[in-house]
């Protein structure tokens, strides 16, 4: 994958895999609140969350197996010691969740493996579902309660998803 992406630009948009395209709007992007942490709004995904690194912000396009088209759109970044902040929010062009949303305004936190690798949150809208994961990937743990909880409750709608 990292040979496909090799020297991709903004607002270029490249396929990663049979049917499965990437565009990047921002890389190493930053825009400081002031206490070390960003502000990572998605340039098309009409959301924002608190990350405490500078992030990447991309969007997924394919087809869904009912042909319509899915988008997620992700905001994310890495700690040299793989600690991963991703928030990642997936809409379909006709407006429904897919089969596996609950009611919109379902919202579920989860903690992967034992012991914890991972925190993970799930929130259902009306019209897509987001999902807020903090994972130790390397060397690096997971951070502190208070940080975790932070990122993982900084979820905000700014409008509507761009087609």
């Known amino acids: 994958m990292a040979e496909r992406l090799a020297g991709i630009g903004p607002g270029e948009e490249r396929e990663i895999g049979a049917g499965v395209f990437m565009t990047m709007h921002r890389v190493q992007a930053t825009e400081p609140l002031g206490d070390g942490w960003h502000l990572a709004r998605s ?9 405490p690194l500078p992030f990447n912000d991309f969007r997924t396009r ?12 992700t905001v994310g970044g890495k700690t040299p010691g793989l600690l991963a902040f991703s928030a990642s929010c997936m809409a379909r062009r006709d407006g429904k969740l897919g089969p596996e949303a609950r009611a919109p305004g379902s919202d579920r936190l989860e903690v992967k493996g034992t012991p914890p690798a ?16 903090v994972e130790a990937q390397g060397s690096d743990p997971l ?11 900084s979820l905000r709608r700014t409008g509507k998803p761009v087609w």
Request: proline fraction near 4%; hydrophobic fraction near 40%; include cysteine.
């Open 43 to 51: 340039t098309e995904g009409a959301f924002s969350v608190e990350l």
């Open 118 to 133: 991972a925190h993970q949150r799930t929130v259902d809208f009306e019209d897509m579902t987001c999902f807020l994961i």
């Open 62 to 73: 394919a087809r869904a197996t009912d042909d319509v088209e899915l988008r997620t759109h």
């Open 143 to 153: 951070p502190p309660e208070a940080d975790r909880l932070r990122f993982l409750q």
